[in-house]
Nanobody, 121 residues
Framework: VQLQASGGGLVQAGGSLRLSCAVSGRTFSSNHMGWFRQAPGKEREFVAAITRGGSTYYADSVKGRFTISRDNARNAVYLQMDSLKPEDTAVYYC????????????????WGKGTLVTVSS
């Protein structure tokens, strides 16, 4: 399984971005999917996850502003980010795994290369 994230960029505070993650391989629908992020000088942290069945989970810091979704027909997962704040600035990583548990980085089986999101004040 290979993951390719895209959609990062520079946006002003209050703006929106949509991240996409294209997943190769035939096992997409059997994996839980997630997004993590790593801000400069900080550890990587959980952002959002979506299960095989479509249940969603969010970090408290993004709840109500970010929306994760998946398209099993397109082997893709998305992260819609609205009302962005400067503290959302980070490299965002797409993650996958059959046993992925929200907020548990060690449960991730597959990682994609990150995409940088910069939110200016």
């Amino acid at each position: 399984v290979q993951l390719q994230a895209s959609g990062g960029g520079l946006v002003q505070a209050g703006g929106s971005l949509r991240l996409s993650c294209a997943v190769s391989g035939r096992t997409f629908s059997s994996n839980h999917m997630g997004w993590f992020r790593q801000a400069p000088g900080k550890e990587r942290e959980f952002v959002a996850a979506i299960t095989r069945g479509g249940s969603t989970y969010y970090a408290d810091s993004v709840k109500g502003r970010f929306t994760i979704s998946r398209d099993n027909a397109r082997n893709a997962v998305y992260l819609q980010m609205d009302s962005l704040k400067p503290e959302d600035t980070a490299v965002y990583y797409c993650a996958a795994g059959p046993n992925l548990i929200p907020n548990i980085e060690q449960s991730v089986t597959y990682w994609g290369k990150g995409t940088l999101v910069t939110v200016s004040s």
